[in-house]
Structure formats: structure tokens, C-alpha cells
């Protein structure tokens, strides 16, 4: 019995000891919460039960929530080692806290807003004068402001109510509308049979992210192997816990649950939350600087900002580069990588047997950077690869499209590469501006399945035939068969170069580039986090520099030895010509006195009608401005008679509709004199309306050249006139500001620089093929005896290169046979000389309806004259 007991004395001394021993060894790090435990915070728990933060060395202290932590501020004066946070970081960050976020869970915020049914609050534009009953880091969030003012609501007409975080609250009328998180509120709801409205964010457009793990950037400075460790465990607990929700659940019940939620709760929690960490987003924790970016310019819009930052400066990029232990480990223990190539698109095309150099160059800095060695296998389709993929002979397989059936199959990398894609035509083609000029021709591509669906989706109207490889696509477009062949500007400059030097050109090139992925076996994730790593630190101006070697189109000629000879023939020719000029030069000499004497009477005479020759000169000038001045009357003379054929079209059809209904009543002998009357009086109207279009075009063409006094609103409903059927049929939607009231100048040129600003914005709209909505606003108002008109798009602005140039005679943005370059400068030189007014352009940012937009903005400022 003794010896029983000294054995488990011996034991338990050895657990106890070998368990302190083994804590001595793990680094103890906090994380503090930002609400009290639930589901939200499952992956944490997760990584903490299963010991994935002890796997890399962690002991880590998950710190509780209680009313009052500020937890950004606990995480930045080093309180906590990390946190969790709401998109109001960024505003942290710009009040001046060292804060770095190390990645987003939620790639949509769970926060919404709720009212009852039966508040009769179904729209946004019904909070005005309502109770809101929100925290201050709610009504801060930019997803909630935005979502409202994007509706018009003033702020100021809604009663703020502070959060009881009582769900009742709303049931009982103590309030009409109250903030909450969609995995939790409505299941209390559903469960009292309570309905009610959700106003998301996330269905208005403002999908911003939540739930931030973050850090300072100390931690990051003197610590970042734990950082990036801490990171990925978390990451781990969460793709545990989204994968086993039931077991999570029981969990977080049994052992985490000082809000006493039921089992059902959770896992509702759990569901709700798993769709946002996922949401249009296949890796989960993923942060995307455009992103970060589009929310903190809507917080510096909205005026909350104290001070600007650099937005890339919140994200954690691991710029370092440092590989986890066990992704060391996996580098050192792998001896090669299997890259299968696909041969029909991409940068990876096999051409004779030999890789691509531009691909080989990407691959050898991924070498570098990574410490693996890659191997290629050559495959003579794509389908080959990717069943040599499937059957795991390759470890990655270069792409260009998520497919479904790959999905299946595969995680992706970050795009290491994007590529220009180009429009190859005959010699005699001008260049291509635009896209849709192509569109009723038939463009090749080679018949990739993948490449095919990437054109499809972003250019649907092309007419698309599809070719074996590039060369088929080519040896059409020389024999007329193709209008044009659209590839990768690195093969498609190889292939030209090699044979149709003088066939062929490139004449465009396409909006949109062709990213380029890695596709990686799902199990593989070590291979997934080194490689996208190795991705991101090959920076943009490396794969510029890899681009430009092999862009160019370089002449390929064999070494031809006569050429030797012709240099040879060149020098002697050369040398012949210098010394028979230097025989010739003695006798020059000679001359050149008398040659300066002639020439100094010749410049006496020339000096003697210089005033006269100055005469013609300024005479000549002005012809060329009353040339370029007949010019722009010209161009707008052919766009009033396109317009004014939009107008007349239906008059003219009402009158011969109603003329054809008499004659034929009449010979049918039932034509009453009632009807005779009202058919009468409604051509007599149709037909006043065709002389006032001829008016408004006589008034036009014929402008009057006084001084007068005019209504600011009138004279915009006659240029609005004139030019509407074109931008109605352009689907360019014009919002309008304008004061009601009396300015007194030139109205008929007025009216011509406006069209001319407008047509402006008109032709860079048209040219922008990705906007979902076509945008100008014009601004008219007083102020202090100034007539001020300000106009701006959203066609995205003009290159900051030459938009100090738009204002010189001839200089345009367009193709020549698309314009002429005068609008501008003949506005210019009205408002500046027959108005001693001022026009200035500048590129501006603005939001409208939540969404930030840019564009060209011209405003105007022009005196009041005297009659």
C-alpha cells in the first residue's frame, strides 16, 4: 500500500513539475474582448481549448469585457498585447493611437438598425423626429451614417437615445429604432413573434468590415514572430469553429456563458456570423487596403477624421516577411514544387518547349523569396494540367478564373501578377479609344475556357469567336477574316514581333486587366500562407520592371554581315563629303564678307517693313480666331440639328397620324365637325411647337449680342432644351441646383459656354464604360454680385499631366475624328474676354447618395455688367 502511494506521489510530482516547466517555455500574451462572451468570439476560445496558441508557444489570457474598457486605447498603451475592433479603429487610429489591424473576421459589420412593424417606420426617410437608441461607438460606425444620410436624413432631426442593450426597450415603445447585431437581436424577436424591420448597412452598398484583430505597433517592432503567430492561431480557432458550430456552441454554453444564452442562441449566432465572415470573400480574415481606404474616405467626407493618415499604415502586411515555425519547417522539408503550366493563356505559356521568360522571372523571385525550389511540367492542354492537379502530380496549377469546378478542388493565392490585355489589328486600323467601337465586329480570343469567361463577363457585347492559339488568331486578322485578336501584351508583342512585324500592330488596349492566381491543393495550407507571402513582398515596382523588360516589341533579325560593309561605305562617303568641304571652305571665306554686306542691306530693308509685315501678322491672327470661332459654331450648329431631329420626330408623326384620321373619315363620310375642330387645333399646336424648336435654333445660331437682363432658371431651361434628347438617349442623368433669380450679361453666349461645358462631360462620360450611373450636376447661384456656375461629373477626372492644357487651342483628349480641341478654348476666351469672368477646371472628389464619386469639376465666376 506504501509503495502504491510513493508511486502516485512520484507521478503527481512529475505532472506538476513537468507542467511548470513546460509554462516556463510559453510566452503569456492578453487579448482583451470588445463585448461580453459569446459566439462572437468562438475562434478565440477555439484556439485556446485546442491548444493551437500553446502549438506556437502562447499563453494567452482572454480578458473579459466590462462597460468603461476603452479597448483601443488598453491595446495602444500596451495593456493588452491584442484586441478586437469595430471599423471606428480607423478613427482611433487617426486620433493619433498606434494601432495595426492584423485582420478582418466579419468582411461585412453584423450592426444593424431595427423598428417594429407596426411603427410605421419602413424607410430610412421615416427616422426623421424618431428615438434611436444607439452606443457611441454605434452612431459612430460610417456603415450606419452612411446607410443614412445616403437617404437625406438629418441627423440633427433624430433623438439620441443612450443603449440600455435591452432588446424590450423596443417592444416596449421606450424607443422607435435601435442598434443591434443581426446574429442576435432577431432571434428574440423571432422567438416572441414580434415582427419587425431590418435596415442593413450592408443592402445599401456600405459592406464594411468588423471585428478587427488588432495590435499596436510596438508589439509588431519588438515582437513580430509572436504576432504573426498569435494571427494565425486565432485564424485556425476560427476555421475550427465555423467548421463544428454544434461543438463550439456547447462550449462557449458550458464554459463561457456569463450572458446565460441558450444552446438554440449560439448556434443561430454562429450560422449568421459564419455568412459574414465570408461574405464575396473565400479566405477567411482577409483585409483589403481599397477597402480600408473607400471607409476611411467616407469618415473624411462625413468631417470625422481629426487629422489624415496613411491607410496602408492600419493594415498589417507583413512586410518582414517572417515565416511561422511551421511554415519553416514545411520549406525546409520540401524539396521541390510542381508548377503544371497551362499553355493556351497566361504568362505561363510554353512556346518550343521553353517557359516564358516573363514567367520565369516571376518564378525565380518567388524562389528567392520563399526558399523553395519549383519545378515545371509542360502540358499540351489545360485540362491535362488539371487533372494532373487533381491527382495531385502537381502542387500548384497557374490560373486565370475561379471556376466552380476548381474551387472544389483548390485554395487560390493572392493575383501575383496583373497583365495588360491588347487589341492586335492590321496597319491601316486607328488606334482604339474605345471598346465599344468594336462592337459589330468579330474579335478573337484564343479558346481558353477560363480566358473566354473572364472577356464574357466584362465585355458581354463583343462578338467573340474563339481561335485554336494565338497564331490562328492572328493569320485571320491578316486575311480579313477577324477585325482584330485581344491576348496578354507579353505573348501578343512576342508573337508580333516574331511574324507580322510589318502585318500587324497593337491599336488598343483593354480597361480591364487578366490577374493571374495560383492554384494550391486545399489541404495544402502552409504551401497557401508561404507562397502569398512570397507574393506580397515582390513589390509593385518589380513586376513593373519584369512587365517593361518584356513588353516592348523588339526587332528579331539574323546577324546580316553586309552590314559591316554598308557601315564601311557609309564612313568613306562620309569622309569624302568633310574633306571636299574643307577645300570649299578656304573659298567660302573668301566670300563671306561680301555675303555679310548683302545681308545687312537686306536687313536694313526687312527692318524698314517689319511694321507693316506686324500688321498683317495681328490681321492674320485675328482670322484665325474668327476661323476657330466659325469652327465651334459649326460643331454646335451640327449638334442643334441632331437635336433638333430628336424633337421634330414625333411632333411630325402626331401631325401625319392626325391628318391620315381626317382623310380617311372624311372619304368614310363620318368625320363630325367636333372632330374636324379638335384635329385641326392639334396640328395647329404640334406645329407651334415645331416653330418654337426653330426659334430656340435661330436664337441660337443668330445669339444677341447685348447686354441683358435674364432669369438664371429660364436661361438654364433653354440650354437644358437644347441639348436634352442627347444625354437622354445617353442615359446621363444631369441633377440640378439653381437659384431663382435675376443676373444681367450676355444670355446667348452664356447659353453656348454651358453647352460646351456639358458636352465636355458629356463625351468623358461616354468614354467610361464601368459606371453603374452617369452623373452631372451643375450649381447656378448669386453671390456678392457674381454669377457663379459650377459643373462636375463622375467620369473619374482629367490625367493631373494635362489638365493645365485643356484650355489651348486644338489640344484634345480625344481621337482626332472624335474632336477638335476648340470647345474649350473658345469657352475659355468667352467668359475671360466678352465677360471679364473666370473659368477654372480642377479634378474633385464628393459624395453623393453614400458613394464617393470623381470627376472634372469647371466653375465659373462672372461679373454683373451695366445695361
Aim: some cysteine.
Amino acid at each position: 500500500m506504501q509503495f502504491i502511494i510513493k508511486i502516485n506521489l512520484i507521478i503527481l510530482f512529475y505532472t506538476f513539475f513537468s507542467t511548470n516547466l513546460f509554462s516556463k517555455d510559453l510566452e503569456r500574451v492578453s487579448l482583451q474582448l470588445s463585448w461580453f462572451s459569446q459566439f462572437q468570439f468562438a475562434g478565440y476560445y477555439i484556439a485556446k481549448e485546442k491548444g493551437f496558441y500553446e502549438d506556437v508557444g502562447l499563453d494567452v489570457n482572454i480578458k473579459k469585457f466590462n462597460f468603461g474598457v476603452d479597448v483601443p486605447n488598453e491595446v495602444n498603451i500596451g495593456k493588452s498585447n491584442f484586441g478586437v475592433g469595430r471599423e471606428t479603429l480607423l478613427l482611433d487610429k487617426s486620433n493619433g493611437k498606434h494601432i495595426v489591424a492584423l485582420y478582418a473576421l466579419f468582411q461585412a459589420s453584423p450592426l444593424i438598425l431595427l423598428s417594429l412593424k407596426d411603427s410605421n417606420i419602413n424607410k430610412i426617410k421615416d427616422f426623421e423626429n424618431k428615438r434611436i437608441m444607439t452606443t457611441r461607438d454605434d452612431a459612430s460606425e460610417v456603415s450606419i451614417k452612411a446607410m443614412i444620410t445616403s437617404k437625406n436624413v438629418d441627423y440633427s432631426k433624430m433623438t439620441f437615445l443612450k443603449h440600455t442593450h435591452n432588446i424590450m426597450d423596443l417592444v416596449n415603445k421606450k424607443t422607435d429604432i435601435i442598434s443591434a447585431y443581426i446574429s442576435k437581436s432577431p432571434y428574440l424577436l423571432n422567438k416572441m413573434k414580434i415582427k419587425y424591420n431590418i435596415f442593413y448597412p450592408k443592402d445599401y452598398g456600405f459592406d464594411m468590415y468588423s471585428d478587427f484583430l488588432f495590435t499596436n505597433s510596438k508589439e509588431i517592432k519588438n515582437h513580430e514572430q509572436r504576432v504573426i503567430d498569435f494571427k494565425n492561431a486565432s485564424l485556425k480557432g476560427w476555421q475550427y469553429a465555423f467548421s463544428h458550430i454544434q461543438e463550439t456552441a456547447k462550449l462557449i454554453y458550458n464554459k463561457y456563458n456569463e450572458q446565460h444564452l441558450t444552446l438554440e442562441q449560439l448556434i443561430f449566432e454562429a450560422k449568421k456570423l459564419k455568412k459574414l465572415a465570408y461574405y464575396n470573400n473565400e479566405t477567411l480574415g482577409n483585409i483589403k487596403l481599397d477597402k480600408v481606404q473607400r471607409i476611411y474616405d467616407l469618415y473624411n467626407v462625413m468631417g470625422l477624421t481629426k487629422k489624415q493618415i496613411n491607410v496602408s499604415s492600419f493594415i498589417y502586411n507583413n512586410k518582414y516577411n517572417l515565416f511561422t515555425k511551421g511554415e519553416k519547417s514545411y520549406i525546409k522539408n520540401r524539396k521541390e514544387i510542381n508548377i503544371c503550366l497551362n499553355p493556351n493563356i497566361s504568362l505561363a505559356n510554353n512556346n518550343g518547349g521553353k517557359i516564358s521568360l516573363i514567367f520565369n522571372d516571376l518564378i525565380k523571385l518567388l524562389e528567392k523569396n520563399s526558399g523553395l525550389d519549383f519545378n515545371i511540367i509542360n502540358s499540351t492542354s489545360y485540362d491535362k494540367s488539371f487533372e494532373k492537379f487533381k491527382n495531385k502530380r502537381c502542387d500548384i496549377l497557374p490560373t486565370i478564373y475561379k471556376s466552380k469546378l476548381l474551387k472544389k478542388e483548390a485554395l487560390f493565392t493572392d493575383d501575383y501578377v496583373n497583365v495588360p490585355l491588347v487589341i492586335a489589328t492590321k496597319e491601316n486600323v486607328a488606334f482604339i479609344s474605345n471598346i465599344n467601337s468594336l462592337k459589330n465586329k468579330k474579335i478573337g480570343i484564343v479558346g481558353d475556357k477560363h480566358f473566354v469567361s473572364f472577356i464574357k463577363k466584362y465585355y458581354p457585347r463583343l462578338n467573340i469567336e474563339k481561335t485554336k492559339n494565338l497564331k490562328e488568331g492572328l493569320d485571320k486578322v491578316v486575311k480579313n477574316k477577324l477585325y482584330a485578336q485581344i491576348d496578354t501584351i507579353t505573348r501578343m508583342s512576342e508573337e508580333i514581333q516574331s511574324n507580322y512585324l510589318t502585318k500587324l500592330k497593337i491599336s488598343g488596349k483593354l480597361n480591364k486587366n487578366l490577374p493571374l492566381y495560383f492554384a494550391i491543393d486545399k489541404s495544402d495550407n502552409f504551401l497557401l500562407n508561404i507562397l502569398n507571402k512570397s507574393i506580397r513582398y515582390i513589390n509593385d515596382y518589380d513586376k513593373q520592371q519584369i512587365l517593361n523588360k518584356w513588353i516592348s516589341v523588339l526587332y528579331k533579325k539574323s546577324f546580316d554581315y553586309s552590314l559591316i560593309m554598308k557601315i564601311l561605305l557609309f564612313f568613306i562617303i562620309v569622309f569624302s563629303i568633310i574633306m571636299y568641304r574643307q577645300r570649299l571652305l578656304n573659298k567660302v571665306n573668301s566670300v563671306l564678307k561680301e555675303k555679310v554686306d548683302e545681308k545687312t542691306k537686306e536687313l536694313t530693308k526687312l527692318n524698314e517693313s517689319l511694321e507693316k509685315r506686324i500688321k498683317i501678322e495681328v490681321e492674320n491672327s485675328r482670322e484665325k480666331d474668327k476661323l476657330i470661332s466659325q469652327q465651334v459654331k459649326m460643331v454646335a450648329m451640327g449638334e442643334m440639328i441632331e437635336n433638333i431631329a430628336h424633337q421634330w420626330r414625333q411632333p411630325l408623326s402626331i401631325i401625319s397620324t392626325t391628318a391620315s384620321g381626317i382623310e380617311l373619315k372624311k372619304n368614310a363620310d363620318i368625320l363630325t365637325d367636333e372632330e374636324l375642330l379638335e384635329s385641326m387645333e392639334s396640328i395647329n399646336e404640334t406645329a407651334q411647337h415645331l416653330s418654337k424648336t426653330i426659334e430656340d435654333f435661330r436664337n441660337f445660331y443668330e445669339p444677341n449680342k447685348s447686354i441683358v437682363e435674364f432669369n438664371i432658371i429660364e436661361l438654364y431651361s433653354k440650354t437644358y432644351n437644347i441639348i436634352k434628347y442627347k444625354f437622354e438617349s445617353l442615359k446621363i442623368k444631369i441633377i440640378k441646383n439653381i437659384e431663382n433669380k435675376y443676373a444681367i450679361g450676355l444670355d446667348s453666349e452664356l447659353v453656348q459656354v454651358i453647352i460646351n461645358i456639358l458636352n465636355n462631360a458629356k463625351d468623358a462620360l461616354e468614354l467610361n464604360d464601368n459606371l453603374k450611373e452617369k452623373l452631372i450636376f451643375i450649381n447656378i447661384y448669386m453671390r456678392n454680385d457674381y454669377l457663379n456656375i459650377i459643373i462636375k461629373d463622375n467620369a473619374g477626372g482629367i490625367d493631373e499631366n494635362i489638365i493645365d492644357r485643356v484650355f489651348e487651342p486644338y489640344f484634345t483628349t480625344k481621337h482626332k475624328s472624335q474632336g477638335t480641341g476648340i470647345g474649350l478654348y473658345m469657352t475659355q476666351d468667352i467668359v475671360s474676354k466678352h465677360m471679364n469672368g473666370k473659368l477654372i477646371v480642377k479634378n474633385r472628389r464628393y459624395l453623393y447618395n453614400g458613394i464617393v464619386y470623381k470627376g472634372a469639376q469647371f466653375k465659373i465666376k462672372i461679373p454683373q455688367m451695366k445695361k
